[in-house]
């Protein structure tokens, strides 16, 4: 059965998730979210009353369908080998080429922090997700977001934590929803809401 996960934003800085490169990946932050999904399952980022744009807490940031789960560490093997761009260059002076997600380097036991949006006081957080998720089926709508129909309002995520035993009746209809939309999947509709690459120090992100 495939579930849902709705969960609320407070920083969409094109880190996490990071949508860039051909795949949207959720890497770091909201660690039961990446402990628990699966392949097939949804996740849909939902905006902020805070937001730098408004209040978008009945706006879809994000919307992801999970095609690969892999530990943090077949992640950092699989970006080094396939995927170089998600590893953060904090030197390049292309922004999204500091927002790679890929920050931890597990050639050191224990794993080391690349130089990146995140400090050592997330490390805690991020690890103990254990898991990378990764979607080659997505719709980033960052700076643009998109306001949910009624019928899908109960999926909102306000707050810190997640919903998603609680959005089962609403599966089908998201998924019908979010394609009769008409945007190709794979899609960067929209830069994020943050565009400056400043560090998420908060274990709650």
């Known amino acids: 059965m495939t579930t849902l996960f709705t969960y609320c934003i407070r920083i969409d800085d094109g ?40 209040d978008c807490r009945e706006k879809v940031v994000y919307a992801m369908r999970v095609s690969q789960k892999m530990t943090m560490r077949e992640y950092d093997f699989f970006t080094l080998e396939k995927l170089p761009q998600k590893i953060p260059d904090w030197q390049n002076a292309e922004v999204k080429r500091r927002l790679g997600d890929s920050i931890y380097d597990f050639s050191t036991n224990p794993p080391s922090l690349r130089k990146s949006v995140h400090k050592e006081e997330n490390q805690e957080t991020d690890l103990g997700g254990k898991f990378a998720l990764i979607s080659d089926h997505f719709f980033y709508f960052g ?30 209809k998201f998924i019908k929803w979010i394609h009769s939309l008409g945007y190709r999947p794979n899609s960067i509709l929209a830069e994020p809401q943050i565009k400056k690459s400043n560090s998420c120090v908060n274990k709650t992100c």
């Open 15 to 54: 880190a996490a998730p990071n949508p860039y490169w051909g795949k949207c990946t959720l890497v770091i932050c909201k660690p039961r979210i990446r402990s628990t999904a699966a392949v097939g399952d949804w996740i849909v980022g939902m905006g902020s009353k805070n937001s730098p744009i408004g």
């Open 143 to 172: 700076i643009s977001p998109v306001l949910l129909p009624e019928n899908l309002k109960p999926i909102v995520k306000t707050g810190q934590a997640h919903r998603s035993r609680s959005n089962a009746p609403y599966v089908e």
